[in-house]
DNA sequence: GACCAGGCACATC
DNA sequence: GATGTGCATGGT
């Protein structure tokens, strides 16, 4: 079997298991850029209740987020971990979009999606994940976010080496698949999904500890 | 108490 | 280019 065949269909058993995502979880498209950073090596639990601090003392707009300090706003996202430079990024997120899109967020779907993406590959504190992810879930277009349970997947079912490339993975997907948004953001979804599952049982997952090695996934694909 | 979580940048060789 | 390290809180 192929790659195509194969990648379609995990597809569309993550998808009978797990049924559509609709991600990602956010009211607005700065909102979902801000989780993009917090999340940089954290759990979603955690970055949930740094929004909720955020959103407890002010509502999420480029222009809110302008005037906070770096500082106050590292405070309100403590429970993200890395706060201090997680503060930073987003501050500079927030300059990016006040640059060159005039504070709209709006705007980053008009741009051009490599320009988009190598944008914001340029700002400090923003790497390939983090910039797929905006591109993908907050402007919209078409790209393949990877992430470490999108590695485990590809790694334990032999799609890929121990040693690969965030490229080389996105390309994976990227020439095996229909190149459409929705589809792109519903499947990085199922696989956060059935990762962040299996996770949660892994306790009771008989020599299978944590460890990009021996990590499967709680059900058989093909 | 150890290990893990939806990364990224930077120092050093 | 490869390898190691700092960043940090909260759940299991």
């Known amino acids: 079997m192929n790659n195509e065949v194969r990648l379609k269909k995990i597809y569309k058993k993550l998808f009978e298991n797990y ?12 909102e979902c850029a801000i989780g993009a950073v917090l999340t940089q090596n954290t759990s979603w639990q955690n ?13 999420i707009t480029v222009e809110n987020l302008s005037a906070i300090s770096a500082n106050e706003l590292s405070l309100l996202i403590r429970p993200s971990g ?8 987003i501050k500079r ?3 990016f979009i006040n640059t060159r899109y ?6 980053m779907e008009d741009d051009n999606i490599l320009d988009l993406r190598r944008g914001l590959l340029s700002i400090n504190g923003i790497g390939p ?8 879930y907050a402007a919209k277009k078409p790209v393949f976010v990877i992430d470490k349970y999108t590695y485990r997947l590809l790694y334990r079912h032999g799609f890929v080496e121990r040693e690969t490339s965030y ?3 996105q390309d994976l997907f990227t020439d095996n698949l229909d190149n459409e948004q929705v589809l792109f953001g519903e499947y990085h979804a199922l696989i956060v999904e059935v990762g962040k599952n299996h996770c949660k049982k892994r306790a009771a997952c008989e020599g299978c500890p944590v460890n990009f090695d021996t990590h499967k996934f709680s059900f058989e694909i093909i």
């Open 19 to 30: 049924g559509e995502q609709k991600w990602w979880p956010a009211d607005s498209k700065l």
């Open 47 to 59: 970055v949930e209740k740094a929004i909720i601090n955020i959103k407890s003392v002010m509502e």
């Open 167 to 169: 490229q080389e993975m």
């Open 82 to 89: 890395f706060y201090r430079q997680k503060a930073e990024r």
């Open 102 to 107: 005039e504070g709209k967020i709006d705007k």
């Open 93 to 95: 997120v927030i300059e």
């Open 129 to 136: 994940e983090t910039a797929d992810c905006i591109v993908l």
